[in-house]
Structures are given as structure tokens and as C-alpha cells.
């Protein structure tokens, strides 16, 4: 059975940095496209970053710069180190893996809230 | 980046309706990159829909999807009390993915 269970969220001052884990049972991440998809309190879906097979990874414009994705395969746990938090990145952070483009398994999300 | 409008914002139906729920990109999409979601409170997303038309396994008949370049479209055949939820289109190109802003389906 395929789970995605997330960890490391928490309230953060702005300015800040959080490193988010995402551990993976029932598939290998690094066989899988994995990506982490953000939504802010009682809003719409954002994707945030894709990491790639290959370790190519992308990030939207509004994080770019500041998150770094990346995985462990002995851990089978993909991360996400945000730095620079501002408040407009208070959101629940979900990570999911990618199918062909769409995502098809969802973690039950790890809350970030970003204030002071 | 490729911008997808849903409509209605809100829609309010009874159970046993139908449910005819829009997505419309900014530029023409790849039917093999357009994905459908219904998310519950206090739940994450679960897809039902991929490749704009392709139900995922164990989703129930009664939600299908169509559509193709700009104009796509989500549509419950028949409500059930289960199927009041957010519901969101997602799309990929470009290394980059977008989601609509949502539809709520609420009962009438």
C-alpha cells in the first residue's frame, strides 16, 4: 500500500527556515517523480516543486530561490528545505507522487505557519 | 504559465442532479496533462480524472470528463450526498503545473 506521510511543520517566524519530510512507503521515491503542492488556509491548490527521476527539479516563481527540494533514497523520504519564509507561505504542505503529469497519491499534509 | 478558470465559482444542486463543472485554460493544453480533483474538509485531494478522460480505478462511473485544447469539463452524472466537495482541474506544461481556483459544490 502506498503512503506519504509528512512532518517538520510548525510555526516559524518570518525570515525563517523549515525542512519538511515527506517518508514514503509501498513505492521508492527515487523511481517516481515527487512533488510538493501547498494550500494556504481556506484557499486554492499551488504547486510549490517537482523533483525528477533524474534529480532535476523545478519550483514555481513565487518559491524559487528559496525551497530546495531534494531525497534521500536510504530514507525513502523526500524533503523540502524552505528558507526565507514569508507569511504569504503559511499553507499546509502536501507532498504527492506524479503519475504522468497528474498526481496520484497524496500525504495528509504537514501545517507551516509563518509568524511572528 | 498556463492560467485555468473553473466555473461556477459555487454551484448548488440536489442529490440525483447532474453536475456539469468547467475548466477553461489560457492557452491550448495537452488532453494527456489534464487532471481532475475533488478534495473534502479537512482532506487532501484525491484524483478522479486523468488524461482529461481517464477515470482512476475504483472512482465511480457516474464522474466522467471530456474536453480538449482549452475547454474542458467535469460532469457527475447522477449526485450522491458523497460528492458535495471542492473540486479542482490541474494541468502540466512546460516543467511547470497549474491548478484551477476551485469549484464548490454545495447542496441545494
Known amino acids: 500500500e502506498v503512503q506519504l506521510v509528512e512532518s517538520g511543520g510548525g510555526l516559524i517566524q518570518p525570515g525563517g527556515s523549515l525542512r519538511l519530510s515527506c517518508a514514503a512507503s509501498?513505492?521508492?521515491?527515487?523511481?517516481?517523480?515527487m512533488v510538493w503542492v501547498r494550500q494556504p488556509p481556506g484557499k486554492g491548490l499551488e504547486w510549490v516543486s517537482v523533483?525528477?527521476?533524474?534529480?532535476?527539479?523545478y519550483y514555481a516563481n513565487s518559491v524559487k530561490g528559496r525551497f530546495t527540494i531534494s531525497r534521500d533514497i536510504s530514507k525513502n523520504t523526500l524533503y523540502l528545505q524552505m528558507n526565507s519564509l514569508r507569511a504569504e507561505d503559511t499553507a499546509m504542505y502536501y507532498c504527492?507522487?506524479?503519475?504522468?503529469?497528474?498526481?496520484?497519491?497524496w500525504g495528509q499534509g504537514t501545517l507551516v505557519t509563518v509568524s511572528s | 504559465e498556463i492560467v485555468l478558470t473553473q466555473s461556477p465559482g459555487t454551484l448548488s444542486l440536489s442529490p440525483g442532479e447532474r453536475a456539469t463543472l468547467s475548466c477553461r485554460a489560457s492557452?491550448?493544453?495537452?488532453?494527456?496533462?489534464l487532471a481532475w480533483y475533488q478534495q473534502k474538509p479537512g482532506q487532501p485531494p484525491r484524483l478522479l480524472i486523468y488524461?482529461?478522460?481517464s477515470r482512476v480505478t475504483g472512482i465511480p462511473d457516474r464522474f466522467s470528463g471530456s474536453g480538449s485544447g482549452t475547454d474542458f469539463t467535469l460532469t457527475i452524472s447522477r449526485l450522491e450526498p458523497e460528492d458535495f466537495a471542492v473540486y479542482y482541474c490541474?494541468?502540466?506544461?512546460?516543467?511547470?503545473?497549474?491548478f484551477g481556483q476551485g469549484t464548490k459544490l454545495e447542496i441545494k
Open positions: 504527492a507522487r506524479e503519475g504522468h503529469r497528474e498526481f496520484t497519491d
Open positions: 509501498g513505492f521508492f521515491v527515487s523511481r517516481n517523480y
Open positions: 523533483i525528477y527521476s533524474g534529480d532535476n527539479a
Open positions: 492557452q491550448s493544453v495537452s488532453s494527456g496533462y
Open positions: 488524461g482529461a478522460s
Open positions: 490541474q494541468q502540466y506544461g512546460d516543467s511547470s503545473y497549474t
